[in-house]
Nanobody, 123 residues
Framework: VQLVESGGGLVQSGGSLRLSCEGS????????MGWFRQASGTEREFVAH????????YYADFVKGRFTISRVNAKNTMYLQMNSLKPEDTAVYYC?????????????????WGQGTQVTVSS
């Protein structure tokens, strides 16, 4: 199982970015997936997760109404659309997968991780 994130970069406050997480070596339709982030000097924190068929999503309070998680299993790809970005959203963003129908907000519940993509929001 391999996960590769892309789409990070530098954006001004109020701007948008779309992150992608492309999987290989497995069929994503059997894996719940999630996005996490880690700012410098802090622990990794939950951002959003999505069930295997995309029918259910869940968000951390601090991104509700601004971020949207989605997936296209035919492409083995998950996305995170990030709008109205704030400087406090600056972090390395990671995607994760677990071989389970149900998603989770706990990093320890995920067996597979990408390498991360840097998102920097300037004020």
């Amino acid at each position: 199982v391999q996960l590769v994130e892309s789409g990070g970069g530098l954006v001004q406050s109020g701007g948008s970015l779309r992150l992608s997480c492309e999987g290989s070596g497995f069929s994503s339709k059997y894996y719940a997936m999630g996005w996490f982030r880690q700012a410098s000097g802090t622990e990794r924190e939950f951002v959003a997760h999505i069930t295997t068929n995309g029918g259910s999503t869940y968000y951390a309070d601090f991104v509700k109404g601004r971020f949207t998680i989605s997936r296209v299993n035919a492409k083995n790809t998950m996305y995170l659309q990030m709008n109205s970005l704030k400087p406090e959203d600056t972090a390395v963003y990671y995607c994760a997968a677990r071989n389970d129908l149900a998603a989770s907000a706990l990093p320890s519940d995920y067996a597979y991780w990408g390498q991360g993509t840097q998102v920097t929001v300037s004020s």
